[in-house]
């Protein structure tokens, strides 16, 4: 998990893998602002790119970087693992509380949680779902959005 988060927490590595891997979140400027085996935050920017017509950041691109803190944390567990574990989301689930305009910085907090997950994933070989959380905060403090993804993994047993 060190190599990952390493590898994360490098912003001119984790922004090349973007250019190759995620290039819409690359261009809509996502930083990770730490990750760790507990956590990750992730930060976007209100700009011209990520804006709405209401003068706020289109919930696309706050869905874009809610769904990479919860990603990250799952990648953290699976980067390298043996067996393969294969992630997708299977569901997503968005409230909205304020417009989001600023930094707005999104938080992951399940990173525990996951790490049982995978463990009894990689055990039985069956497919297993999860819901992370991701809560979006702006820069004065208040929560902006909240979003919870199901992610569907599965252990590549042979």
């Known amino acids: 998990m060190d190599k990952f988060q390493k590898l994360v927490n490098n912003s ?3 922004r090349l893998f973007l250019v190759a891997k995620l290039p819409m979140a690359f261009i809509a400027g996502i930083r990770v602002n730490e990750l760790t085996n507990e ?8 700009k011209w790119l990520t804006q709405n017509p209401f003068k706020s950041m289109y919930f696309a691109c706050q869905a874009m970087a ?14 390298q693992s043996n067996p393969t574990v294969s992630m997708l989301i299977v569901k997503n689930k968005a409230e909205y509380y304020k417009k989001a305009t ?7 907090n399940d990173g525990n949680h996951i790490a049982e997950i995978i463990e ?5 070989g069956e497919g297993i779902s999860i819901d ?9 403090g208040d929560k902006v959005s909240e979003f919870t ?8 047993l042979k």
């Open 66 to 79: 809610a769904e990479m803190s919860t990603g990250l944390l799952v990648m953290n567990y699976t980067y």
């Open 132 to 140: 992370l959380k991701s809560i979006g905060i702006d820069e004065t």
């Open 102 to 108: 600023g930094k707005i910085t999104f938080t992951c």
């Open 39 to 46: 956590k990750a935050i992730v930060r976007i920017k209100y």
């Open 149 to 156: 993804f199901t992610w569907s993994l599965k252990a590549k």
């Open 12 to 14: 001119f590595l984790f």
């Open 120 to 124: 009894k994933c990689k055990h039985s």
